[in-house]
């Protein structure tokens, strides 16, 4: 048997923020169960804790979303940080992700970590097909600022401003035009899309990755640390954001994101809420 936690990230209180499944210890789980186990627990990510390939290092982290394995994502890296502070390994831990080593700090049911990964601009999707997969009229999206994008640092996604919080309510996923964008942009996600309205630090957003099995995310710390560094360069200045995102599905959340020059920061808070075994 083996064990598992489940932790809702980016809240302070149970029932809210993003759900994550960590398995303090996969090493008795066979290769091909990794991806069955993530898909049974149907959370957008849970993730699988290994013995690090470096004695230096905390551990080593494997993130599966329903559908695939990815090499980054926010929020599965913050509750880790805080599952393994809680089991006595921080507040200073390295984990050894898809993207490379992780410096982390977790304490008191909070998390922070830095990444330095280069900002890719991918493409510049057609705001009218941006529009179609978001449910949305044209004219709801806003290209003064930035026209859509995707863009990545790690994972892909296109960030899209919207004209206001009204539209960002409105928005209804359609399926076949989500189609249509992860044929004519290819990428580890399948044409993921981050919308948002923003009123000076404070951001709204949402997140939908229907083809990946995520309808919608309350919580996506890869995509804000992105939507930071994407920022940050279109004005010239780091930036200081705190990100308010699965609010319309019930989940608040509140996802701290700082830039640095060429560092994204990205903070929040963590809360164990279920324990068991995986007995099958």
Known sequence: MTDYLVYDVFTEQPFGGNPLAVIPDATALPEADLQRVAREFNFSETVFLFPPEDAAHTAR???????????????????????????GRG???????????????????????????PLERLAQPDPALVAAALGLP???????????????????????????????????????????????????????????????????????????????DPATGSACATLGALL???????????????????RPSRIGIRTAGGTVTVSGAARRVMEGRLVY
Do not use: K, W
């Open 61 to 87: 982290v494997r993130i599966f979303t329903p559908t695939m394995e990815i090499p980054f994502a926010g929020h599965p890296t913050i509750g880790t940080a805080v599952a393994l502070a809680e089991a």
């Open 91 to 117: 507040p200073e831990m390295v984990l050894e992700l898809g993207v490379g080593p992780l410096r982390c700090h977790a304490a008191g049911g909070s998390a922070r970590f830095d990444t330095s990964a």
């Open 138 to 216: 044209a004219d709801r999206i806003r290209t003064d600022s930035h026209p859509p994008v995707m863009a990545s640092l790690g994972l892909a996604f296109t960030f899209t401003e919207l004209a206001d919080e009204a539209a960002l309510a409105a928005c209804a996923p359609d399926i076949s035009a989500f189609r249509r964008g992860r044929d004519a942009h290819p990428s580890s996600l399948d044409f993921a899309q981050f919308a948002y309205t923003r009123s000076g630090n404070t951001v709204q957003a949402r997140m939908f990755a229907p083809l990946d099995n995520i309808p919608e």
């Open 232 to 250: 940050s360069g279109i004005e010239g200045r780091d930036v200081d954001l705190t990100i308010h995102q699965g609010v319309q599905m019930g």
